[in-house]
Antibody, heavy 119, light 109 residues
Framework: EVHLVESGGGLVKPGGSLRLSCAASGFTFSNAWMNWVRQAPGKGLEWVGRIESKTNGGTTDHAAPVKGRFTIARDDSKNTLYLQMNSLKTEDTAVYYC??????????WGQGALVTVSS | EIVLTQSPGTLSLSPGERATLSCRASQSVSSSYLAWYQQKPGQAPRLLIYDASTRATGIPDRFSGSGSGTDFTLTISRLEPEDFAVYYCQQYGTSPLYTFGQGTKLEIK
């Protein structure tokens, strides 16, 4: 059974940094293309970024609102996905989900980690 | 960037009724790139439909997807109490890779 567990969320001041982790199990993580999707309180879903498998080059792609501030990385030896978030803004406040990708859909989702950016 | 517009914003129906949710794209979308998700309060989204019409693993057959080009539909043939939730359509593109509709809230009448 696929299991994705995010951790590392919390309260941070504007301009601060935070790193989210997503521990994966139940599938071959090294072969998986992984994504982060966020949801601001009471709002819809917003894609944050993706990292391809290392066999596909490990290429990352980030959404325009976070490009240059957020970085997606992976450690296949630990079956863990990361989201390094720097220069955080109040509008980055959201629940952050890690997801697997199958074809062009996001098939498995973690339970989410809440990030609150506030002074 | 392709924009997805879902309608209606809120749909009020009773258990046993049929629900029809619409997702309209600002440009033509390949059917392979269109998916639907269900989200219940306090839970993560769940993949329902991919490739516009293929049910994901474990999804009951009362859920069906259809459409092509710019108009896509999610139909729930006979509503069960557990189906009342928010539904999102999603398309895969280039930049950004994924965009979502704003959601349709399906509520009990």
């Amino acid at each position: 059974e696929v299991h994705l567990v995010e951790s590392g969320g919390g309260l941070v001041k504007p301009g601060g940094s935070l790193r989210l982790s997503c521990a994966a199990s139940g599938f071959t993580f090294s072969n998986a293309w992984m994504n982060w999707v966020r949801q601001a309180p009471g709002k819809g879903l917003e894609w944050v970024g993706r990292i391809e498998s290392k066999t596909n080059g490990g290429t990352t792609d980030h959404a325009a609102p976070v490009k240059g501030r957020f970085t997606i990385a992976r450690d296949d030896s630990k079956n863990t996905l990361y989201l390094q978030m720097n220069s955080l803004k109040t509008e980055d406040t959201a629940v952050y989900y890690c997801t697997t990708q199958s074809g062009y859909a996001l098939d498995y989702w973690g339970q989410g980690a809440l990030v609150t950016v506030s002074s | 960037e392709i924009v997805l517009t879902q309608s209606p914003g809120t749909l009020s129906l009773s258990p046993g009724e049929r629900a029809t949710l619409s997702c309209r794209a600002s440009q033509s979308v390949s059917s392979s790139y269109l998916a639907w998700y269900q989200q219940k309060p306090g839970q993560a989204p769940r993949l329902l439909i991919y490739d516009a019409s293929t049910r994901a693993t474990g999804i009951p057959d009362r859920f069906s997807g259809s459409g092509s080009g710019t108009d896509f539909t999610l139909t729930i043939s006979r509503l069960e109490p557990e189906d009342f939730a928010v539904y999102y359509c999603q398309q895969y593109g280039t930049s950004p890779l994924y965009t979502f509709g704003q959601g349709t809230k399906l509520e009990i009448k």
